[in-house]
Nanobody
């Protein structure tokens, strides 16, 4: 069965850090670009960051630039999102998603178009609160 498994969420104080993981099960990530999305209560899902299949080209939404770092390890079939300097407004369910295709080998896919993503994780809750 092909699936993505999100993990690493939790409760953290403002200014703290969390590291989210997205693990692929049943398929290789070599030809899949990965993105992270999030959805806060009462809000639409929004794109956070994406990374190319090769793992050497990244994109970040303006609201996380300088605070979040995405990385990809194809040998371990895992993508991580290191989140630092967390703010209460970062509270949301975070989802990873995989996009297949040669278009994303050298460049990360857009996080504005969810239709390019083939698989989605189940989500992991991140709560930033004192």
């Amino acid at each position: 069965q092909l699936q993505l498994v999100d993990s690493g969420g939790g409760l953290v104080q403002p200014g703290g850090s969390l590291r989210l993981s997205c693990a692929a099960s049943g398929f290789s990530l070599d030809y899949y670009a990965i993105a992270w999305f999030r959805q806060a209560p009462g809000k639409e899902r929004e794109g956070v960051s994406s990374i190319s299949s090769r793992g050497d080209s990244t994109h970040y939404a303006d609201f996380v630039k300088g605070r979040f770092t995405i990385s990809k390890d194809n040998t371990k079939k895992t993508v991580t999102l290191q989140m630092n300097s967390l703010k209460p407004e970062d509270t949301a369910v975070y989802y990873c998603a995989a996009a297949y295709g040669s278009d994303w080998f050298y460049r990360p896919p857009s996080v504005s178009d969810e239709s390019v993503y083939d698989y989605w994780g189940q989500g992991t809750q991140v709560t930033v609160s004192s």
